[in-house]
């Protein structure tokens, strides 16, 4: 099995920054890519950054150039640095790791997230 945890959520005043970590860890194998989405109350779940196997990044319109994803292979890790933070920012912050199997085939494991809420 593979287990996916997120940590370093929590409250924070507008403006100010927090730094989420993704550690997989089992039988990760070969990992494809990782990712954070968030999903705030009444809304569907979104991609908020993505980072590949070759340290190609993508980044939702709303969080480009205040959020940072990085990763450290040797840790099966992700970072998401989270700066100038909005109110709007307020979600669960899942993690989504997404391991090659074998040959073409891709399996994605998500952790059970953690809470960021940004006060005004």
């Known amino acids: 099995q593979v287990q996916v945890v997120e940590s370093g959520g929590g409250l924070v005043q507008a403006g100010g920054s927090l730094r989420l970590s993704c550690a997989a860890s089992g039988s990760t194998g070969s990992i494809a890519s990782m990712a954070w989405y968030r999903q705030a109350p009444g809304k569907q779940r979104e991609m908020v950054a993505l980072?590949?196997?070759?340290?190609?990044?993508t980044y939702a319109d709303s969080v480009k150039g205040r959020f940072t994803i990085s990763k450290d292979n040797a840790k099966n890790a992700a970072n998401l640095q989270m700066n100038s933070l909005k109110p709007e920012d307020t979600a669960v912050y899942y993690c989504k790791v997404v391991l090659r199997t074998t040959g073409t085939l891709f399996s994605p494991y998500w952790g059970q997230g953690t809470q960021v809420t940004v006060s005004s």
């Open positions: 980072i590949t196997k070759d340290y190609t990044t």
